[in-house]
């Protein structure tokens, strides 16, 4: 009789099924690299949305942590969510959480498909800001590691909520209204800084805001900023509790 394969094993292959599947997907693709990129060459190349910079030479500095942040947002909250509902609705999960892999594991292999799509998010998007003049300060990328990886932790908590309690088409429409809100007004982009006093006030508070400032502070400062943090372990601690409580296996 044939064993089930080690546990690391068969999170890896889930893991690299997942990965695969992110990236033949066209929507998600396009939504995950391409509309950052070109976020990131519009704001290379134009002088509006103003970001608040002291001179030119930071425009590109201030632009790319927050086309970053948007990458993470889109791939660990949009991507995740749609993904995971009309797995849902089709009766994956349920399958594959009673399968050897098991519900642990199989989560355990969504984040991990997550982080390697952002390490291709990071480089891309890094390599073109680069080509654009971008100098950030290397010692910040530890700082700016951690404030991702709390990001990531938060968008998928709430990529879950939001999956696991919907019904698929729900989820297709809000999650990509989501992402366009965040993209707008959730102080990725621009700054809270450039915002109305309320509103900028309320996209501190937001997990956008609050890892797109972090990583403003960790590439352009190079420290790690206490509030951006505080308001991601906030978000993901929150999120991930009522995820746990309310999270469907199944239509």
Avoid: C
């Avoid at 990129?37 to 790319?64: K, T």
């Avoid at 994956?92 to 989560?107: E, I, K, T």
Wanted: glycine letters at 10%; zero cysteines; hydrophobic letters at 55%.
């Amino acid at each position: 009789m044939n064993s089930a394969a080690p546990t690391r094993d068969r999170v890896l292959a889930q893991t690299r099924f997942e990965t695969s599947t992110l990236l033949r997907n066209g929507e998600q693709l396009l939504v995950a690299l391409v509309l950052p990129a070109m976020a990131l060459v519009g704001l290379a190349l134009s002088q509006s949305p103003s970001l608040g910079q002291l001179n030119e030479s930071r425009r590109i500095d201030l632009a790319v942590p927050g086309v970053l942040a948007l990458a993470v947002i889109s791939t660990a909250f949009t991507g995740q969510a749609i993904s995971t509902a009309f797995d849902r609705r089709y009766g994956v999960l349920r399958l594959l959480g009673v399968s050897p892999l098991g519900r642990d594991g199989l989560l355990g292999a969504k984040a991990l498909a997550v982080l390697t799509i952002e390490l291709l998010q990071f480089a891309v998007i890094g390599g073109l800001g680069l080509a654009f003049g971008w100098h950030p300060r290397w010692i910040g990328v530890f700082a700016a590691a951690l404030l991702t990886l709390l990001g990531t932790w938060a968008f998928v908590a709430l990529a879950l909520l939001l999956a696991g309690t919907v019904r698929a088409e729900g989820v297709l429409a809000l999650a990509n209204l989501i992402w366009i809100t965040l993209l707008g007004l959730g102080g990725v982009i621009v700054p809270p800084s450039q915002m109305p006093s309320g509103l900028a006030r309320l996209a501190t508070l937001l997990p956008s805001g609050a890892l797109a400032d972090g990583l403003r502070a960790a590439f352009i400062h190079g420290r790690l900023a206490a509030t951006p943090l505080l308001v991601l372990v906030v978000w993901g601690t929150g999120a991930s509790v009522l995820a746990s409580r309310t999270f469907r296996w199944s239509d």
